[in-house]
């Protein structure tokens, strides 16, 4: 059972968020917090599997929630799936290098929502794809933080961790990557847990993030 933390100040969105995932069989929402405070104190006692947090809420920001609970400082780390009605949002800059499991809209088909949640738990990250051309196109316009060059990682990367690069920095799941690759799931992610130490980072989205930052794959060539 997947244990689901949900912090958002609007009550509507609590209880939508709270039905839609108790319906299904293997996800259950343990806590509901209107703020961030309410969020950090629920997250040390009950230990979810999974943190859903809005960005912008009464007291502590949801971004501030996910570096308490989530952030390189936190112990256990619980990882963190930001909802948000916001396309671009500084906080989100902020987020990616916390290292946030992911982000998805408000507004997403709820089918995705479940099956980031789903993702998320079992150990991989997932983005939104249409935040990923925006986010990604400005974050590199802002931010310089990987510590390898494009030239190095192609170097030590294989030919098939580089294709699964390329079609992670397009938004894609692990499911939509193997079923491209014509390869099984388990393949896609054993080859995602040797690439991420070659690339220096500690999640696929920060992975996709260096892939356009180091032109391995440009904005344009990135699906909406």
Known sequence: ???????????????????????????????????????????????????????????????????????????????VLILTTFDIDDYLFRALEIGVAGFMLKDSDPDEIIRAIRSIADGHGTLDRTLTRRIVDEYVQRRRLQPVTAEKALDILTARERDILLLLAQGMSNEDIAAELVVEVATVKSHLARMLPKLGVHSRLQAAVWAYQNHVVSVGDASA
């Open 1 to 79: 059972m997947i244990r689901v933390l949900l912090a958002d100040d609007q009550p509507l969105v609590r209880a939508g968020l709270t039905t839609l995932l108790n319906a299904e069989d293997d996800i259950e929402v343990v806590g509901v917090a209107t703020d961030g405070d309410e969020a950090v104190r629920l997250a040390d006692e009950l230990h979810p599997d999974v943190a859903c947090l809005d960005i912008r809420m009464p007291g502590m920001s949801g971004i501030d929630v996910a570096d308490r609970i989530g952030g390189p400082g936190a112990d256990p780390r619980i990882p």
